[in-house]
T-cell receptor
Framework: EDQVTQSPEALRLQEGESSSLNCSYT??????LFWYRQDPGKGPEFLFT???AGEEKEKERLKATLTKKESFLHITAPKPEDSATYLC????????????????FGKGTLLTVNP | NAGVTQTPKFQVLKTGQSMTLQCAQD?????MSWYRQDPGMGLRLIHY???????DQGEVPNGYNVSRSTTEDFPLRLLSAAPSQTSVYFC??????????????FGPGTRLTVL
C-alpha cells in the first residue's frame, strides 16, 4: 500500500533560520512527487513536481530534492510569510495497464516562522 | 484565467438532505478530481474524471455521485448527507492524469457541515 509520511508534523523557526522538511514514501511506479503549500482556509497551492531521483527544483527561498525513498523541502532564510502547511504527494499508476493514476497525500508539516 | 472555482464556500445541511457542490475550471484540463480533507487524515480522493463523459471512483466514493458532461464542469452530489460527510471538499484539475503536466491545481474549497 502507498505510504507518504511527512516529518516533522510541526516546525517552528525564527526568521532567517534555515531548515528542511522531510517526505518519505513507499510507492511502486512513481510518476511524480509533488509539493504543495496550503494556507489556512484555502486550497493547496502547487509548488514543485519532481520526477526522478537526483532532481532538484528551486523557487525563491524553497528548494525541493528527490531520492528514491524521500524528498526534502529546504527552506533558506525563511520569512514569516512562509508560514503555512506544506503537503507532499506521490503519483503512481492505479490500474494495471490502464491510464488511471492515483495521487496519495501526506498529512503535511505545519511551518510557523516567527519574526 | 479564474483557474478552479468552487461554490458554495460554506454549507450547512441536515442529515438526509441532498446537495450538489459545484466545480468549474477554465484551463481546458482533461483531468478533474474531488478530494475531502479531514483533520489528521490528509487529502483523500473521492471521484475523478479523465475527460468529458468518463468518471471513476476514488478511495472514498460511498455517498457521493459525480458526472462530467463538459470539459469545464465536474459537480459532486451528496445523495443523503450524513454527519460523517462533514469535511472540507476540494476540486482539482490537471492538464493530464499521468503524463507530463500532471500537477493538479486546486480550488478554494467548500466547508460542509452536516448536522
Amino acid at each position: 500500500e502507498d505510504q507518504v509520511t511527512q516529518s516533522p508534523e510541526a516546525l517552528r523557526l525564527q526568521e532567517g533560520e534555515s531548515s528542511s522538511l522531510n517526505c518519505s514514501y513507499t510507492v511502486s511506479g512513481l510518476r511524480g512527487l509533488f509539493w504543495y503549500r496550503q494556507d489556512p482556509g484555502k486550497g493547496p497551492e502547487f509548488l514543485f513536481t519532481l520526477y526522478s531521483a537526483g532532481e532538484e527544483k528551486e523557487k525563491e527561498r524553497l528548494k525541493a530534492t528527490l531520492t528514491k525513498k524521500e524528498s526534502f523541502l529546504h527552506i533558506t532564510a525563511p520569512k514569516p510569510e512562509d508560514s503555512a502547511t506544506y503537503l507532499c504527494a506521490v503519483l503512481r499508476r492505479w490500474n494495471s495497464g490502464g491510464s488511471n493514476y492515483k495521487l496519495t497525500f501526506g498529512k503535511g508539516t505545519l511551518l510557523t516562522v516567527n519574526p | 484565467n479564474a483557474g478552479v472555482t468552487q461554490t458554495p464556500k460554506f454549507q450547512v445541511l441536515k442529515t438526509g438532505q441532498s446537495m450538489t457542490l459545484q466545480c468549474a475550471q477554465d484551463m481546458n484540463h482533461e483531468y478533474m478530481s474531488w478530494y475531502r480533507q479531514d483533520p489528521g487524515m490528509g487529502l483523500r480522493l473521492i471521484h475523478y474524471s479523465v475527460g468529458a463523459g468518463i468518471t471513476d471512483q476514488g478511495e472514498v466514493p460511498n455517498g457521493y455521485n459525480v458526472s462530467r458532461s463538459t470539459t469545464e464542469d465536474f459537480p459532486l452530489r451528496l445523495l443523503s448527507a450524513a454527519p460523517s460527510q462533514t469535511s472540507v471538499y476540494f476540486c482539482a484539475s490537471s492538464r493530464t492524469s499521468g503524463g507530463l503536466y500532471n500537477e493538479q491545481f486546486f480550488g478554494p474549497g467548500t466547508r460542509l457541515t452536516v448536522l
